[in-house]
């Protein structure tokens, strides 16, 4: 069965500095691949989106996103962060029957 | 409508009672998605509609639990005689097609004391 793993719960970093939140997934073939943001108070908002090509996606806030097929896995970088970025942030994967397989979350903090 | 919109935003209830959550999806979207999160925790699927197709019902917890959707329009969610363990915020998505980006709306929290 397909799975999503995000193997850190939380990530604290500081005001500036860079970010990599990790997503691994185990899937047959070459998946669609999603990081979705949730911030306090607020729904959940698509960032980015791999479904083919180009490996290095680009997404909103400044975000972006790379598809290592060897290593099955779609990490998030920014390389800045700002305070506003604080929020928990989820990696979803399709499985076979198109539904998205959602990882548990990696809840962002960020230091002043 | 400009998004997806959910009723009420917070529902509080006594154990035992049943209660109906509503979804608008926006329009055109053949796909809609009930999902139950609850605190601290990721999303966990219930139910999935799409278009006129018999919904996928595979995530739903228990007998309680139950969703209607007519044609491409409003769904509701129903869960009867609810347990304190049904407490949590209940999000509804819709998309054009399954495996598309799913637009959410602002979720319901449900109480249930």
């Known amino acids: 069965a397909q799975s999503v793993t995000q193997p850190d719960i939380h990530i604290t970093v500081s005001e500036g500095a860079s970010l990599e939140l990790r997503c691994n997934y185990s899937?047959?073939?070459?998946?669609?691949l999603f990081w979705y943001v949730q911030s306090p108070g607020q729904g959940l908002q698509l960032l980015l989106k791999y479904f083919s090509g180009d490996t290095l996606v680009q997404g909103i806030k400044g975000f972006e996103a790379e598809f290592k097929r060897s290593q099955s896995s779609f990490n998030l970088r920014k390389p800045s962060v700002h305070w506003s970025d604080a929020a928990e942030y989820f990696c979803a994967v399709p499985d076979s029957n198109y539904q998205l397989i959602w990882g548990a979350g990696t809840k962002l903090i960020i230091k002043p | 409508g400009a998004g997806v919109s959910q009723s009420p935003s917070n529902k509080v209830t006594e154990k035992g009672k049943d209660v109906e959550l509503r979804c608008d999806p926006i329009s055109g979207h053949t796909a809609l998605y009930w999902y139950r999160q609850r605190l601290g925790q990721g999303l966990e699927f219930l139910i999935y509609?799409?278009?006129?197709?018999?919904?996928?019902k595979s995530g739903l917890p228990s007998d309680r639990f139950s969703a209607e959707r007519t044609g491409e329009s409003v769904s509701t969610l129903t869960i009867q005689r609810t347990q304190q363990e049904d407490s949590a915020v209940y999000l509804c998505?819709?998309?054009?097609?399954?495996?598309?980006?799913?637009?959410f709306g602002p979720g319901t929290r449900l109480t249930v004391l």
């Open positions: 998505a819709s998309s054009l097609a399954r495996a598309d980006e799913q637009f």
């Open positions: 509609f799409q278009g006129n197709s018999a919904p996928d």
């Open positions: 899937y047959g073939a070459t998946p669609y």
